[in-house]
């Protein structure tokens, strides 16, 4: 990057840090610190919703999906609106009328000390291994930008997000996930407009997206249904709407977020609000990366999109062989360049059987790319058996860095990096606060006072800190950083969702039916995801749906089982 990028970059990210840390001065309890004095505005608490949910991983790892996969994961979010209606109807006013720091506090009084302390422990579990894959997301960047190694920069970033959260709490999360999303939303827009004018002078907005659409970029809606299929309009309404429903509405960092609204009807504008909003943001983050894909038909794509790992490859006995398949891949894109501009121009006169030819003679090349490409990759994973070929995470990165202008590079590095702050800065947060709500004060020591469960709570937000780095130095390898999270994800929010449904809907079922339900699930769970039965956003429905057949079947057993037992 220039100096110009680095000054826009550490500009950007002092104000808003300075900023967030001055909007959250004067804590001296867990209610500032966790909550905020429970006085954000609606917007505030959308814009927080919104930041907590769209991580560096979003602004990251999601165009490069596009890039390789097409629009389809749009879907994923497609159940997301109708959860957000059920949240506001079933779950603010239950939260808000108990006055709860944490979401799983209702569960003791509608169960139990163990099925609270259960559910507690598996969002811990889950959030914690999510938070240390979101940290890997920047690291990402600055180890491409600098050449430093993954894992010190993993311990580099992580230790800014540490003292970034310890300091501010839950307002200076709040305060400056408000700025980061405004220029957040003004980086991604400068971006793809951007990506249009970098294409040649014949070729606008309208004519890229033909092109796209004629390469299976713009598979938004894919209406086949099939449960080992992802991404599909089934799994996204059905799936996703049980996963939304559980992450929105028992997920501490989401949960956290709305309950530092002023009132019960401030919460439900900022969910449903989210929920208008989301699925057109994401829809449009995701259009960017099909652009950024027609960019590279009409300009050379590097044959590997992780340059500091091609560059390693180089200096090794497979050097010779990657540069000679390098130089195929470059002719190949030069064919694809010539090609793709014959297809814009049977476009421009509309004659079907021209379109036709000049579409298959461009999918012929770009497959045949697709094989030389692979070869690399094997070279790639022969020099160096711990590298992760899969480069997903760093193609919209290697376009900002190597086709933006000057300054407006440093502004969407700034923009990965306050991304990557706010989730993580909720997340550490809503990790402390559980810890802190539901283990130390109601099983260590309920009775200390308020200036030590402060710092109590930010020693924990340490804790939680460090783990979350231990896990960024296993997450390198995992491939698509926003697949890997939702998987993650997928494989216990379907339980905690059934725990709540049944605290809420089924009446006659006690603690001891809900506690075996919920074990009975979560192991039911990875069984089903181990076996591949099922993409995973359907085991969202699947944990949940188990938890409310077995607590019944449970809680019936029980009833036969107490009458037996003699007066």
Same mark, same amino acid.
């Given at each position: 990057?220039?100096?110009?990028?680095?000054?826009?970059?550490?500009?950007?990210?002092?104000?808003?840090?300075?900023?967030?840390?001055?909007?959250?001065?004067?804590?001296?309890?867990?209610?500032?610190?966790?909550?905020?004095?429970?006085?954000?505005?609606?917007?505030?608490?959308?814009?927080?919703?919104?930041?907590?949910?769209?991580?560096?991983?979003?602004?990251?790892?999601?165009?490069?999906?596009?890039?390789?996969?097409?629009?389809?994961?749009?879907?994923?979010?497609?159940?997301?609106?109708?959860?957000?209606?059920?949240?506001?109807?079933?779950?603010?006013?239950?939260?808000?009328?108990?006055?709860?720091?944490?979401?799983?506090?209702?569960?003791?009084?509608?169960?139990?000390?163990?099925?609270?302390?259960?559910?507690?422990?598996?969002?811990?579990?889950?959030?914690?291994?999510?938070?240390?894959?979101?940290?890997?997301?920047?690291?990402?960047?600055?180890?491409?930008?600098?050449?430093?190694?993954?894992?010190?920069?993993?311990?580099?970033?992580?230790?800014?997000?540490?003292?970034?959260?310890?300091?501010?709490?839950?307002?200076?999360?709040?305060?400056?996930?408000?700025?980061?999303?405004?220029?957040?939303?003004?980086?991604?827009?400068?971006?793809?407009?951007?990506?249009?004018?970098?294409?040649?002078?014949?070729?606008?907005?309208?004519?890229?997206?033909?092109?796209?659409?004629?390469?299976?970029?713009?598979?938004?809606?894919?209406?086949?249904?099939?449960?080992?299929?992802?991404?599909?309009?089934?799994?996204?309404?059905?799936?996703?709407?049980?996963?939304?429903?559980?992450?929105?509405?028992?997920?501490?960092?989401?949960?956290?977020?709305?309950?530092?609204?002023?009132?019960?009807?401030?919460?439900?504008?900022?969910?449903?609000?989210?929920?208008?909003?989301?699925?057109?943001?994401?829809?449009?983050?995701?259009?960017?990366?099909?652009?950024?894909?027609?960019?590279?038909?009409?300009?050379?794509?590097?044959?590997?999109?992780?340059?500091?790992?091609?560059?390693?490859?180089?200096?090794?006995?497979?050097?010779?062989?990657?540069?000679?398949?390098?130089?195929?891949?470059?002719? *190949?894109?030069?064919?694809?360049?010539?090609?793709?501009?014959? !297809?814009? &121009?049977?476009? $421009? +006169? @509309?004659?079907?059987?021209? /379109?036709?030819?000049?579409?298959?003679?461009?999918?012929?090349?770009?497959?045949?790319?697709?094989?030389?490409?692979?070869?690399?990759?094997?070279?790639?994973?022969?020099?160096?058996?711990?590298?992760?070929?899969?480069?997903?995470?760093?193609?919209?990165?290697?376009?900002?860095?190597?086709?933006?202008?000057?300054?407006?590079?440093?502004?969407?590095?700034?923009?990965?990096?306050?991304?990557?702050?706010?989730?993580?800065?909720?997340?550490?947060?809503?990790?402390?606060?559980?810890?802190?709500?539901?283990?130390?004060?109601?099983?260590?020591?309920?009775?200390?006072?308020?200036?030590?469960?402060?710092?109590?709570?930010? *020693?924990?937000?340490?804790?939680?800190?460090?783990?979350?780095? !231990?896990? &960024?130095?296993? $997450? +390198? @390898?995992?491939?698509?950083? /926003?697949?890997?999270?939702?998987?993650?994800?997928?494989?216990?929010?379907?339980?905690?969702?059934?725990?709540?449904?049944?605290?809420?809907?089924?009446?006659?079922?006690?603690?001891?039916?809900?506690?075996?339900?919920?074990?009975?699930?979560?192991?039911?769970?990875?069984?089903?995801?181990?076996?591949?039965?099922?993409?995973?956003?359907?085991?969202?429905?699947?944990?949940?749906?188990?938890?409310?057949?077995?607590?019944?079947?449970?809680?019936?057993?029980?009833?036969?089982?107490?009458?037996?037992?003699?007066?």
């Amino acid at each position: 990057m220039s100096i110009t990028d680095w000054i826009v970059l550490s500009a950007t990210l002092i104000v808003i840090i300075c900023y967030g840390v001055w909007k959250s001065r004067g804590q001296t309890n867990m209610d500032d610190y966790f909550m905020g004095n429970r006085s954000m505005p609606w917007y505030i608490v959308l814009l927080s919703i919104m930041g907590t949910q769209a991580s560096a991983i979003t602004f990251i790892s999601a165009p490069g999906q596009a890039y390789t996969d097409g629009m389809r994961f749009v879907q994923y979010y497609f159940g997301l609106p109708l959860a957000m209606v059920v949240i506001c109807v079933a779950f603010v006013p239950i939260f808000r009328k108990l006055n709860v720091y944490t979401a799983y506090e209702y569960l003791e009084q509608r169960f139990d000390l163990k099925t609270r302390t259960l559910t507690s422990v598996l969002f811990l579990i889950q959030r914690g291994l999510s938070t240390g894959i979101s940290i890997c997301a920047p690291s990402i960047i600055l180890s491409s930008l600098l050449g430093w190694n993954i894992y010190w920069t993993n311990v580099f970033m992580g230790g800014l997000l540490i003292i970034y959260t310890m300091s501010g709490g839950t307002k200076a999360v709040s305060y400056t996930q408000t700025l980061q999303l405004v220029v957040i939303f003004a980086g991604m827009f400068l971006a793809g407009w951007m990506v249009v004018k970098l294409l040649p002078a014949d070729i606008g907005f309208k004519e890229a997206l033909q092109v796209s659409g004629k390469m299976g970029k713009l598979n938004v809606i894919v209406t086949d249904f099939n449960f080992k299929d992802r991404y599909n309009i089934w799994s996204g309404v059905i799936g996703g709407f049980f996963l939304a429903l559980s992450y929105f509405g028992t997920d501490q960092s989401q949960v956290g977020r709305y309950l530092t609204a002023r009132s019960v009807t401030e919460s439900r504008m900022g969910l449903l609000m989210n929920g208008l909003v989301k699925v057109p943001m994401q829809f449009l983050i995701l259009l960017l990366g099909a652009l950024v894909f027609v960019f590279y038909l009409y300009f050379r794509a590097p044959i590997f999109f992780n340059e500091a790992q091609l560059k390693k490859t180089r200096q090794t006995e497979q050097g010779p062989a990657l540069q000679q398949l390098e130089q195929q891949y470059a002719t *190949l894109g030069d064919q694809k360049s010539a090609q793709v501009k014959e !297809l814009s &121009a049977a476009l $421009a +006169t @509309g004659e079907e059987t021209v /379109i036709a030819a000049k579409q298959q003679a461009l999918a012929q090349t770009d497959v045949t790319a697709g094989k030389v490409r692979k070869e690399a990759l094997e070279l790639i994973k022969t020099s160096d058996p711990t590298a992760d070929t899969n480069d997903t995470n760093y193609i919209f990165l290697h376009f900002v860095v190597n086709s933006l202008p000057r300054g407006l590079v440093g502004l969407l590095i700034a923009i990965i990096f306050l991304a990557s702050w706010g989730s993580i800065a909720a997340a550490l947060n809503s990790l402390a606060s559980t810890t802190v709500i539901d283990v130390y004060q109601r099983m260590v020591n309920p009775h200390a006072t308020d200036a030590e469960y402060l710092k109590v709570s930010k *020693l924990w937000t340490l804790i939680w800190g460090v783990f979350s780095i !231990l896990v &960024a130095q296993f $997450a +390198t @390898g995992l491939g698509s950083l /926003i697949e890997a999270v939702n998987i993650l994800g997928s494989l216990f929010y379907g339980t905690i969702l059934g725990i709540f449904l049944v605290a809420f809907w089924l009446k006659n079922v006690k603690g001891d039916a809900a506690f075996m339900a919920a074990l009975a699930a979560e192991v039911l769970v990875f069984i089903v995801y181990k076996l591949d039965v099922v993409s995973f956003l359907w085991l969202n429905a699947v944990g949940c749906i188990l938890v409310l057949v077995l607590s019944l079947v449970f809680q019936q057993f029980n009833n036969l089982k107490a009458k037996r037992l003699p007066a």
